[in-house]
């Protein structure tokens, strides 16, 4: 992914391709069973920060449980303090610090946890991030957009039944879990596993108005080289940073 995959490029409702396949954006007749959580939680985290493992489990017990896309973004801005983390890229700072603009925030922390892209939380707060969750879904601003899936051996299908208008649809790549023995900076001498570790996020297109119906075809999913992907409707700012989640669904192993 590169910084310019978080920003708002071409008019809405041009569909993009996604690794160089065709996609498909037409109306959808009906809806399909579909795995919908009931949030997306997105950790900002680092190996190096002595604060983040407590945040890493209670990612680890959402991403377990299942009800909560529960995603691991690795930042790099710690990697100065003696360890580098191996699964931090700059564009996932990047992606923080449009977080913390559109928050109307001047810094960015660690760990810090984003509900829905509307609001964010000390990460290692499981309170802080259960009550955003639930106030969210008992004001009817949680995933609101329910993303329909179906896949065979050859591609994956994802639909709306409801119009998806105004937002972005990315696919999110990711590994289920990591396994890191930490050997420099403030965690040191620890072994952490990591879950669903993001390493990769790609556009797939945006959309004015209308429903949404996509297919994705598997083989070229499965070149990107990680375990399992997501798929997130988001929304952008007035300022072009990132905005309110609509929906999102597991498309599971790859």
Known sequence: MSPSAFKIIGKLGVALSLLGAPLGLSATTGAMAA???????????????SSCPA??????????????????????????????????????TE???????????????TPQAVVNGRNHAVG???GQIEGLINQYIDRGQGLTVALNTSRD????????????GNATLWVVYYDKKKRVAIKRGENRGRTITYHNVVGDVS????????????????EEMRRKGYDACAVVLQQTTAFGTPGAILGATVIGDL
């Open 153 to 164: 051996d050859e591609k994956v299908r994802i639909s709306t039944s409801e119009p998806a």
């Open 203 to 218: 556009m797939m297109g945006m959309m004015k108005e209308g429903k949404l119906d996509i297919t994705l075809p598997i």
């Open 95 to 109: 992606r923080q610090q449009r977080y913390a603009a559109s928050f109307q925030r001047r810094g960015i922390y």
């Open 35 to 49: 795995d919908q959580p009931r949030a997306v939680v997105e950790l900002f985290t680092s190996q190096g920060c």
């Open 55 to 92: 945040a890493d489990k209670i990612l680890s017990r959402y991403a377990e449980e299942g009800d909560v896309l529960a995603l691991s973004f690795h930042v790099d801005y710690w990697n100065y303090l003696g360890w580098k983390d191996t699964f931090s890229k700059a564009e996932f």
């Open 124 to 126: 290692s707060r499981k």
